[in-house]
């Protein structure tokens, strides 16, 4: 991931945010062969369980975290359908298609963005286009319904990858993506892997949450992915995402 990318992510938000995160650092002493060398010994030993101690309950919260959020979307108003996108004259050409939210608008995703485009700027946009090792080819627009964000279909070349390493790979290429936890779901009659995220919002300047299931086909996975502004808004929007998922065939 390069810094340019990540510059352009954050300052096109309605696309994907990113931003650079700072690494954290650790350090560590040895003892010096004294007699009180076993103490130092017995410390690291106490330090590292700490530390495991705090990674297990880290881990532990991001999945009670992601479990909270299903949780809250079964107990979510379901979402009322208002068409079907990705068959045979839809907005969006897809392997498979889903019915989407009243009064959402779909569009075929292009980052075709003209010859008078700054070409450095033109390529960066247009590495905005790909995530993992998924293309974006479909947008559903939430606005027209009242809520700011899009549900976005990416879709990759066809490969021998479950559905789980595909979202593995899409989440690992967003620097800003933390807390994900992943779970085994079904998308419609198909086997699907499902993941719960955090990522920072550059624009609010405040953690918003993101969610995305993926699915294989025989010509290639798909990932649905849901955004939204902020958290609120991503909560008010998720009965659209329930609605793809249980909703989606292949073809």
């Given amino acids: 991931m390069t810094m340019a990318r990540g510059t352009v992510r954050g300052l096109v938000p309605a696309v994907l ?34 530390a495991g101690a705090e990674k297990t309950g880290a881990d532990k919260a991001g999945a009670d975290e992601a479990g909270a959020d299903q949780a809250g979307a079964g107990a ?11 068959g045979a004259g839809s907005a969006c050409d897809l392997p498979v298609s889903f019915d989407i939210a009243a009064h959402w608008k779909p569009r075929g995703a292009s980052m075709d963005l003209g010859s008078e485009l700054d070409p450095e700027l033109a390529e960066e946009l247009a590495d905005l286009a790909e995530q993992g090792t998924v293309k974006v080819v479909c947008e559903i627009d939430a606005k027209p319904a009242g809520n700011i964000g899009f549900l976005r279909v990416w ?4 490969s021998e990858d479950d559905p ?26 198909l086997a699907a892997a499902e993941v719960g995220y955090t990522s920072h919002s550059e624009l609010l300047d ?15 996975p798909v990932v649905v992915h849901l955004g939204g502004m902020d958290s609120e808004e991503h909560m008010a929007m998720l009965p659209a995402f329930e609605l793809a998922k249980r909703t989606l065939k292949l073809g």
């Fill in 206 to 220: 405040e953690p918003k949450k993101e969610r995305a299931f993926a699915v294989a086909t025989p010509d290639g």
């Fill in 155 to 158: 879709q990759g070349e066809a």
């Fill in 17 to 50: 945010a990113a931003v650079t995160l700072a690494g954290c650092s650790s350090s560590s002493g040895a003892g010096d062969g004294s007699p009180g060398a076993p103490a130092v010994s017995s410390a690291t030993a106490k330090a590292s369980a700490e």
């Fill in 164 to 189: 789980r390493a595909v979202l593995q790979a899409f989440v690992a290429d967003d620097p800003n993506a933390v807390k994900a936890a992943y779970t085994q779901v079904t998308a419609g009659a």
């Fill in 76 to 86: 979510t108003k379901a979402a009322e359908k208002g068409g079907r996108v990705g």
